[in-house]
C-alpha cells in the first residue's frame, strides 16, 4: 500500500479519471458506484473496443480497471498491452476470476475475482499514489 508522505500533494481525487471495462453490467455499475462515492470521476465501457473509443477521446484517463475475458475483439491483456503502447502514463489494473496466464504482461497490477470493493479501491488509489485514509 502507498503512503503518502505529509509533505506531497494532495491531488483532487475527482481530478482523477478512472475507466472501468467490465462486461458484467451489474458488476460494472455497482464498482462505478463505489468509485464515484469515492469522489473519483468514472467511465464505463463493456468492453475493450469500447475502452479504446473512450481512451482515444479523452486522454487524461489516469487509470484503466479492466477485465481479462468480455467479448468483443480482444481481451483485458490486449487492451492493457495497447494503453501501454499508446498511453503510457495511464496506469493498469487487470482483474479476473481465472489465474494469471501466459499471455500476461509486466507492469500490469492484478486484481483476483471475486474481490471485496475495499481491496479495489485501495489497489486504485495505490496506482495513483493517493492514501485510502485520505477519502
Same mark, same amino acid.
Given at each position: 500500500?502507498?503512503?503518502? *508522505?505529509?509533505? %506531497?500533494?494532495?491531488?483532487?481525487? &475527482?481530478?482523477?479519471?478512472? !475507466?472501468?471495462?467490465?462486461?458484467?453490467? /451489474? #458488476?460494472?455499475?455497482?464498482?462505478?458506484?463505489?468509485?464515484?462515492?469515492?469522489?473519483? *470521476?468514472?467511465? %464505463?465501457?463493456?468492453?475493450?473496443? &469500447?475502452?479504446?473509443?473512450? !481512451?482515444?477521446?479523452?486522454?487524461?484517463? /489516469? #487509470?484503466?480497471?479492466?477485465?481479462?475475458?468480455?467479448?468483443?475483439?480482444?481481451?483485458?491483456?490486449?487492451?492493457?498491452?495497447?494503453?501501454?503502447?499508446?498511453?503510457?502514463?495511464?496506469?493498469?489494473?487487470?482483474?479476473?476470476?481465472?489465474?494469471?496466464?501466459?499471455?500476461?504482461?509486466?507492469?500490469?497490477?492484478?486484481?483476483?475475482?471475486?474481490?471485496?470493493?475495499?481491496?479495489?479501491?485501495?489497489?486504485?488509489?495505490?496506482?495513483?499514489?493517493?492514501?485510502?485514509?485520505?477519502?
Amino acid at each position: 500500500m502507498y503512503i503518502m *508522505t505529509e509533505d %506531497e500533494p494532495r491531488p483532487d481525487l &475527482a481530478s482523477q479519471k478512472v !475507466l472501468v471495462v467490465e462486461d458484467e453490467v /451489474a #458488476l460494472r455499475s455497482l464498482l462505478a458506484d463505489v468509485l464515484r462515492d469515492a469522489h473519483l *470521476t468514472v467511465l %464505463e465501457a463493456p468492453n475493450a473496443d &469500447a475502452a479504446l473509443e473512450i !481512451l482515444r477521446t479523452q486522454r487524461d484517463i /489516469a #487509470l484503466v480497471f479492466t477485465d481479462v475475458r468480455m467479448p468483443g475483439s480482444m481481451n483485458g491483456i490486449e487492451l492493457a498491452g495497447i494503453v501501454q503502447s499508446e498511453f503510457p502514463k495511464t496506469k493498469i489494473i487487470v482483474t479476473s476470476g481465472r489465474r494469471k496466464s501466459d499471455e500476461w504482461k509486466k507492469g500490469l497490477q492484478w486484481v483476483q475475482k471475486p474481490y471485496l470493493y475495499w481491496t479495489v479501491m485501495d489497489a486504485i488509489l495505490t496506482a495513483l499514489h493517493q492514501k485510502w485514509e485520505n477519502i
